[in-house]
């Protein structure tokens, strides 16, 4: 077995590891990556960190991704795609932790989104979140979320209204 994988299989955590935008799939990644930490000491964020096994992975508690490219650029393998229309296959998912359903009122999440792609709708009592398209998965409503109730999640997972 390839020492790479191995340390994958070793994984702390059961949730896969959300790697860098326009990178090919992990499996060609974990097999040609020299986890060199060239990404990591590049990005203007510091959302990269070097995860399991030495791999590069994101950290969205300490910051968003940005989308600028240096990842890539900074990147001596063959490993990042052109970048294309979508960087990635996610977004954001609100969960039963958000704090409107509980009746306390809460806007941090678009409060931090740039490109305003969570918007309010008018309710009897805190009005609830919802998810537009617009949604990057960029990552930074993640840690302004008091109720932990914010995910990452592949777009094929993703209800598109969110929470009712
Ligand atoms: S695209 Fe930029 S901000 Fe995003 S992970 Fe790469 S270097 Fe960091
Ligand atoms: S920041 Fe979290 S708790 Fe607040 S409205 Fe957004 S999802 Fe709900
Ligand atoms: S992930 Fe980025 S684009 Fe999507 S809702 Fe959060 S802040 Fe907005």
Known sequence: ????????????????????????????????????????????????????????????????????????????????????EAPWPYRIAIGEGCLPHLGVECRSCADACDVMAIRFRPSAGAAYPTLTDDCTGCGACLPRCPGQALSLTPLTQTPKGDIA
Do not use: K, Y
């Not at 191995?6 to 860098?20: D, H, T, Y």
């Open 1 to 84: 077995m390839n020492p790479s994988r191995l340390w994958l299989r070793l994984r702390r955590s059961n949730s896969a590891p959300i790697r860098m935008p326009h990178l090919v799939d992990e499996s060609r990644f974990v097999d040609h990556c020299s986890r060199c930490r060239a990404c990591v000491d590049v990005c203007e964020t510091g959302v990269i960190v070097v995860g399991d096994g030495g791999f590069p992975e994101l950290n969205f508690q300490r910051a968003e991704c940005t989308f600028c490219g240096a990842c890539a650029r900074a990147c001596s393998e063959p490993l990042f795609l052109a970048p294309a």
